[in-house]
């Protein structure tokens, strides 16, 4: 069955750049998600790429998928305090069925 | 924007007790998922719904039920409330569409403590 694997914990200092990675197991997913978890929140949509691009960028973010090594990672420039959470990353699952695999989440702590 | 509500953000229950929690979208979704989220696993799936008096079960659905008796509304049921279902729940709907491109809503959540 599919898998999502991420690691579990970041730190970096306000001002730097973050890299949070993922790894994926089905080759034929369509789409790939980037979801932010706040402190007692739900699951907010953050960002998403199409399984036949490279890169998405968007204002701060940058998405890189490589599909040879089914690897994701979510790049956060000028990281600020208020980018503290946790991310998931997701995968639909295989059989069409509108779930979502997600991966444990990794938890950025940026520092002032 | 969709709106996801869950009725509850904190709820404290006593072992054996019935616990409904209630799950609310305004977008006309047809998709509709139970998680339980839980330091160190992550995301689980409970059960999820495709349409109305429709139920699939998902990766852990023991000990719960689900009813979805309108399109809109998504409950889920502790039987009889254990320990080990303390937990955040986190309720979430998509469009049917495309499900393979569809992302999921997600509400703010319920911290359920079970004493």
């Known amino acids: 069955g599919e898998d999502v694997e991420q690691s579990l914990f970041l730190s970096v200092r306000e001002g730097d750049s973050s890299v949070i990675n993922c790894t994926y197991t089905d080759s034929s997913s369509t789409y790939l998600y980037w979801y932010k978890q706040e402190p007692g929140a739900g699951l907010q949509l953050l960002t998403y790429?199409?399984?036949?691009?490279d890169m998405k960028q968007d204002q701060r973010l940058t998405v890189l998928l490589n599909k040879k090594d089914k690897h994701l990672s979510l790049r956060i420039a000028d990281t600020q305090t208020g980018d503290s959470a946790i991310y998931f990353c997701?995968?639909?699952?295989?059989?069409?069925?509108?779930?979502?695999?997600f991966g444990q989440g990794t938890t950025l702590q940026v520092k002032p | 924007d969709v709106k996801v509500t869950q009725s509850s953000r904190y709820l404290v229950k006593r072992t054996g007790e019935k616990v409904f929690l209630e799950c609310v979208q305004d977008m006309d979704h047809e998709n509709m998922f139970w998680y339980r989220q839980d330091p160190g696993l992550g995301l689980r799936l409970i059960y999820f719904s495709y349409d109305v008096k429709m139920k699939e079960k998902g990766d852990i659905p023991e000990g719960y039920s689900v009813s979805r008796e309108k399109k809109e509304r998504f409950s889920l049921i502790l039987e009889s409330a254990s320990t080990n279902q303390t937990s955040m729940y986190l309720c979430?709907?998509?469009?049917?569409?495309?499900?393979?491109?569809?992302?999921?809503?997600f509400g703010n959540g319920t911290r359920l403590t079970v004493t």
């Open positions: 979430a709907s998509s469009s049917a569409g495309d499900r393979l491109s569809s992302p999921l809503h």
């Open positions: 997701a995968e639909p699952h295989s059989g069409n069925t509108g779930k979502l695999i």
């Open positions: 790429i199409f399984s036949n691009m």
